[in-house]
């Protein structure tokens, strides 16, 4: 039996460091962003699933690893799941919460083998699990990705979506009705003459799993992006008409729902798919442009993201944000990515190496380079315009495939990949974040400047901040604080009551020179910090 490997570590940013700085949760990891849930939150833990590359320490080189972290303490514990298992991030693992406390997690290597291999932590301990166990579909399988849904309506049946039941490389599924401890072989969902339909999946939950797909992978095909919904056995169009049943899947990949029509010069590619609070799903995928006849290793110099979300009728398609440049030579179709945020269809993060709004080259402030940063969007119209605030800035190495974790008790994290990725096999990057939630302090955080007007992002937290006649008996002071797009306004505070921010504690004041929330009055002058309730933020 394989025993799980645990190290303790000192958390090198968090709530006693920079507090500009993201926390560092792995110093050696990569993922793939194939396969989910790549991190979770459980009982005020997160905890995130990558493969080491072992730059600094050639033991932990392949290794398939957990990092545990504390969200109340800041304690932090990697685990090793799999010793040496194989370098390459395709092989990172997903996980999937029991509602027995345990947790079960999958993992396969990159096609060479039939199986998946996996394990099933002790009750409310993400720190020590069971042996390593594995499933064979099929013997000529050659399988590659994992993505876990438990359906309560289907008396707690666990899907793993996986590619390349017998040797296809189509998207295919297995399944399991007693929470991941034996497994059945399901079948094929996706047949495509273009060998590789690439997927993200979303479900409710509780009846219903979503796949957004492509043709096949964007070096071999003008992709476009389709939709289809598997509920009680049948795979379904956007619109709830019935195609068949999953076992035996569709015939080809445009007996779904399009959304997105590619061309030679417009190729598409899946990147991340969540559900709205009605259930209904809103998608982000890159196009690459302008690279048509052009041969592999000489295009990928125009990415774009794009936006689309099913309103109950029809899908809403847009362009999101320019996504800059190739990562490398020979994967022209790979970006920085996109992460939506699960129940929030107005907020997105992207890393990209262009301005999000024109596409022009970042250059960093601290060494002269290109590098990617991480960008927040926000929309108030349903997707057609969007606000972009940096998260990262001036970095010295790239910030990629972020992801945003479902939340618990109104906390969730942003994570990111940060260093150099040169190919799939070959990485120096670093697993860091943020933690978004109404306590506690957010690394992210930039400072107000009091004495100059700005708009301030910080997690869900918003701060539109203005100052005018300054330093004259005409000064003015005004701030509109927001927390989860919902304004703090005089319906939630009275005049002197008090909030904790990422920025500050703030007072709400109502005098002819002092409006709103605000961290200091007029002159600078300090907030009266015994006046006042302290409140909380909203829930919900």
Known sequence: MMEARLVLLVCVAGFGADPNAPIVFNDDGGWCWFQDERAIIREGKLIIGTVAAGRNDPSRRGD???????????ARNRVELHDRFQLDDHDSPAFLARPDGRILVLYAKHG????????????????????????????????TYSNLFLLTAEKDRIYDFFRGLNGKSKPSYAYSDDLGETWKTGGIVIQSPAARPYVRYASNGVDTIHLVYTEGHPRDFDNSVYHIFYRTGMLHRSDGSPIRRIEEGLRAPDEGTRFFQGDPDHVAWTTDVELDKEGR?????TVQVGSAKLPSRQGGNDHRFRYARWDGKAWRDVQLAYAGTRLYAGEDDYTGLAALV?????????????????GTALKSGADGERHREIFRGTTADGGSTWTWTAVTKDSTADNLRPIVTKGEKGRSALLWLRGRLRAYTDYDLEVVGIILGPSGPTP??????TKASG????????????????????????????????????????????IRTPWGMMQFRRSQYDQGWLLKLTYDRPIEMDKGRLLQPPKG
């Open 342 to 358: 699960p129940g929030d269809p107005d907020t997105v993060y992207i890393s990209t190496d262009a301005d999000p709004r024109d």
């Open 455 to 498: 708009t301030y992002v910080s997690g869900p937290w918003a701060y539109d901040y203005r100052i005018s006649a300054i330093g004259t008996r005409s000064e003015r002071r005004a701030g509109i604080l927001s927390y989860g797009g919902k304004v703090l306004d005089a319906d939630f505070a009275r005049p002197l009551d008090r």
């Open 112 to 143: 060479p083998e039939d199986r998946f291999y996996y394990r099933i932590s002790e009750p409310g301990d993400a720190t020590r699990w069971g042996p390593v166990r594995t499933y064979a579909p099929s013997t000529s399988t050659r399988l």
């Open 64 to 74: 398939i690893e957990v990092t545990v972290y504390d969200l109340a303490s800041g």
């Open 444 to 449: 992210s955080a930039k400072a107000v400047d």
């Open 281 to 285: 799903p809103y998608v982000v995928y």
